[in-house]
């Protein structure tokens, strides 16, 4: 996987500047806020799952669990 949470991160600032454009007129403001609503739901998945993989992280670093759940392991190609 290629993006990274700094992804995110720009995505949402570009959302906002669109949100922000005042020439945004009634249906192309409607659509913008639509996809705004759905950039956060899915951004807020994202996090949350970055959440969970700190937490494991953190857990075995501390030898809380002795390796991280293999969900959380990386996929390593051959």
């Not at 899915?42 to 030898?63: D, Y």
């Amino acid at each position: 996987m290629k993006n990274k949470m700094m992804d995110l991160h720009n995505h949402l600032f570009a959302q906002l500047e669109r949100l922000s454009d005042e020439d945004l007129k009634e249906e192309a403001l409607s659509q913008e806020l639509k996809r705004a609503d759905a950039v956060a739901k899915v951004s807020m998945t994202i996090v949350k799952n970055a959440e969970v993989c700190l937490k494991a992280e953190r857990m075995r670093t501390e030898r809380l669990i002795e390796k991280s759940p293999e969900m959380l392991e990386a996929k390593r190609d051959g």
